[in-house]
């Protein structure tokens, strides 16, 4: 994303690395964070203009000297636009602060990116990966979430039944739908709810459920859920 010496192009974090290494602190002694790296790459200071009060529109020119061109700095907002996603606290995504890293033990996080058709459309993918807290340079793959959900349903294919904590509620709810179904549809009575029918229900959730009925469902799990090369795994808790 930034311009290096000899043309060579670095990431966001690349450059947050590069800082760490160098000792780099802030006035108070303290280290710059990654958010923090972002805002200081937005700033038109450093390029001679700023606005005053913040959000009126007024722009001036400033009596100091660039440190930049503005010919930089348009570039390295191209690139930010392309490739950094801030976190939004509204936006909600079904499968996080439930799974962390197999490899560090950091959370996992989402990002939705949208991909132009040419028929004018957007496709919409959602990807999880390592939040890295934990490890800046945990080698974690992304995961998208057609495939995380394909690894959770093959999760609750092989686990004992009772580890879907869920399971007394999803029964009732099964019950419900197979009273309506002889009750007014006129179907077959089904005596009792088998484990088939809670493993296929809570599968039916993974897939077409809403981001609350999918979260509270793994919520509900007895074990946790680890990523680990792009696959879901179970760890057993005490």
């Known amino acids: 994303m930034f311009e290096k010496v000899g043309n060579e192009r670095w990431t966001g974090r690349q450059v947050y690395r590069w800082l760490e290494q160098t000792g780099f602190r802030t006035k108070n002694g303290k280290l710059l964070s990654l958010g923090n790296l972002y805002l200081l790459l937005r700033n038109t200071y450093y390029y001679g203009e700023f606005e005053y009060p913040v959000g009126s529109g007024e722009w001036y020119q400033g ?14 907002q191209e690139s930010i636009r392309d490739h950094f996603i801030p976190k939004t606290e509204s936006k909600e995504f079904a499968f996080t602060r439930l799974i962390k890293c197999g490899l560090c033990g950091s959370g996992i996080s989402a990002e939705e990116k949208f991909k132009m058709l040419k028929n004018g459309g957007t496709n919409r993918h959602v990807y999880y990966r390592c939040t890295r807290v934990r490890d800046l340079d945990c ?7 057609e495939t995380l959900i394909d690894e959770l349903m093959g999760l609750i294919d092989v686990i004992d039944v009772d580890e879907i904590g869920m399971r007394g509620k999803i029964a009732e709810e099964i019950t419900r739908y197979n009273r309506f179904r002889t009750g007014v549809l006129g179907a077959k009575k089904h005596e009792k709810v088998s484990d088939v029918d809670v493993r296929a229900y809570a599968k039916y959730l993974l897939k077409e459920g809403t981001v609350t009925e999918k979260r509270d469902l793994l919520s509900c799990l007895k074990s946790k859920l680890v990523l680990k090369d792009r696959k879901i795994i179970i760890e057993k808790t005490d």
């Open 139 to 145: 080698p974690c793959q992304a995961i998208n979430e």
């Open 63 to 76: 009596a100091h000297e660039p440190i930049i061109t503005k010919e930089l700095f348009d570039r390295v």
